[in-house]
């Protein structure tokens, strides 16, 4: 019932009778009335006299504390106050008697002896004439929102300690990017001092410092700007973003190379409230990974010069063998450079694995005739292959531009591939067909085919399938990353199409000068 002074009803304090009523009813009836609305609700509700004894409590106060209104009437409310709390009680009633409304929350105690959280809003109770003869208090009954509030701040303590804990740095924006939580190692990762220290910045001076300290690229060498950023991107409703990024602090010029990984926090209408970014640190993997491609260059280069020797004297030694006419030496010569040939291939594709990964690939830019340069590796594969037919259909009469030796290296790989991975079969085809101002080659075999999960990764260096029908084939996955390598650099694509034991077809696409 609301303060009103309109016709149909009067008010009386906050609440109020209709006219209706008043015309109807004696003030003693009307007493009753309220004395019967105050037992029904489900409030407590307890009033006191002005020394604090209890003259009035209503039924809600006996269900919330269990003692009856006989019990209660004319003692005080202290034995309600767990003993815990009991200090509470004199600051409580002294701001009532100064005639403030007062709201407080305390631990209570019912009368078989449990705990109850309340709520009590209290308020001076006073005469007509304004003169306060007591107190009314409403209390409520709030244990479960305090025990939830309770849960709450002991999940968020264990977050917090967590969180500080962990080596990865994290920082919390909220919309407008301003850092509202950070931790200690996110803090030192961004050149602070401590969390403190960072959370006292705005979004505008936090970046300026970023940029004035820190030069950031990604894993090519390429700058990064602000807006490449996971954060930035996250913060303009990306669901998840993540980036490889190399910082080198200016001031003292330590680098470090953290995987960045940010996340929004959206409200019911998808709108960011917040964006939790993780940093963690890969700097000692990004080493090793480093060391590692270093080892293969040095590796590649130092077994190159002994094998091409290899391969001249056992060629010197054939001739001279055959001139002497010994065909069972020479058989084995023949075999022994197979093997070398084998070699020399490995090596040259671990020497284009660093080369790639040290961005040194060079190629060539020529015009390059596609139908020629398809037919002329075919016939190359089809010399070396014993058990395979490889026909060519279709033609493009079209001309790209790139360097021939490298896209014949990616041909010859594909066709090997397809042969050596469908040993039970017999034929491969290729195919050439343009559209527009895109040519098409397709390497097809009826061999082992490759499983859904595994087809994107088979472009990665040194992934190879490992199943049980992958056990047997040769091979240290190099080759299609290598091709991938160089389709990208001719501006092309390389996919494919395969049903595991239905075979596989290999997609070329290249833009047509
Ligand atoms: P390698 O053949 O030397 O292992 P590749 O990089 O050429 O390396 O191929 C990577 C992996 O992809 C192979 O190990 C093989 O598991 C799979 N693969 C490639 N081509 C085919 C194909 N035509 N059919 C089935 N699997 C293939």
């Known amino acids: 019932m609301s303060e009103t002074t309109s016709g149909n009803h009067v008010a009386a304090g906050r609440s109020a009778f209709s006219q209706d009523l008043l015309a109807s009813t004696s003030v003693n009836e009307r007493l009753q009335f309220q004395a019967t609305i105050l037992e029904n609700v489900s409030e407590s509700i307890i009033v006191t006299d002005l020394q604090g004894d209890i003259i009035y409590w209503n039924e809600g106060a006996t269900a919330l504390f269990g003692y009856s209104a006989q019990e209660m009437l004319g003692t005080t409310p202290a034995i309600l106050y767990l003993e815990t709390e009991a200090h509470q009680l004199s600051p409580d009633l002294e701001r009532i008697r100064e005639g403030q409304d007062y709201s407080s929350e305390w631990k209570g105690q019912r009368k078989d002896g449990t705990t109850v959280w309340i709520d009590i809003k209290t308020t001076q109770l006073r005469t007509g004439e304004g003169t306060a003869i007591g107190f009314i208090g409403v209390a409520k009954d ?11 701040r002991q999940s968020r303590d264990e977050l917090k300690i967590i969180f500080q804990h962990i080596a990865d740095g994290i920082t919390v924006q909220n919309s407008s990017g301003k850092v509202v939580y950070v931790n200690d190692p996110g803090a030192k990762l961004a050149g602070f001092a401590s969390a403190q220290d960072m959370l006292t910045y705005d979004v505008e001076t936090l970046r300026a410092h970023f940029l004035e300290r820190f030069e950031m690229r990604d894993e090519f060498g390429q700058p990064v700007c602000f807006t490449d950023l996971p954060a930035t991107r996250a913060l303009q409703g990306q669901s998840y973003a993540e980036a490889l990024v190399n910082y080198r602090d200016r001031h003292s010029g330590r680098s470090w190379w953290s995987v960045v990984k940010a996340s929004p926090i959206v409200d019911e209408q998808g709108q960011v409230q917040f964006v939790v970014n993780i940093f963690s640190d890969l700097t000692e993997r990004m080493e090793l990974e480093q060391r590692k491609d270093e080892f293969i260059g040095i590796a590649s280069h130092e077994l190159k010069t002994p094998i091409t020797s290899l391969k001249g004297y056992t060629q010197l030694l ?156 040769p091979g240290l996955g190099m080759g299609l990353y290598i091709s991938s390598e160089i389709v990208k650099r001719h501006g092309g694509r390389l996919w494919l199409e395969s049903t595991e034991n239905k075979g596989a077809t290999f997609f070329l696409s290249f833009p047509i000068i």
Do not use: W
Request: charged share 20%; aromatic share 4%.
């Open 318 to 473: 054939k001739r001279q063998l055959e001139k002497q006419g010994l065909p069972g030496q020479v058989a084995m010569l023949n075999k022994m450079e197979t093997q070398l040939t084998r070699l020399t291939h490995l090596i040259s594709e671990l020497l284009d694995v660093s080369e790639i990964q040290a961005g040194k690939l060079d190629y060539a830019k020529e015009p390059i005739d596609l139908d020629a340069l398809v037919h002329d590796c075919t016939d190359t594969m089809q010399q070396i292959s014993m058990t395979h037919t490889i026909t060519v259909s279709g033609a493009s009469h079209a001309h790209i531009v790139g360097d021939s030796d490298r896209l014949g290296q990616v041909f010859i790989n594909l066709m090997s591939n397809a042969i050596k991975y469908s040993p039970q079969a017999n034929h491969v085809d290729i195919s050439l067909a343009v559209s527009q101002n895109t040519v098409t080659v397709s390497v097809r075999d009826y061999g082992i085919g490759i499983a859904k999960e595994h087809q994107q990764k088979i472009f990665d260096r040194f992934y190879r399938v490992s199943d049980v029908h992958n056990t047997t084939f």
């Open 142 to 152: 709030i244990t479960e929102r305090k025990q939830i509030e309770e849960q709450l």
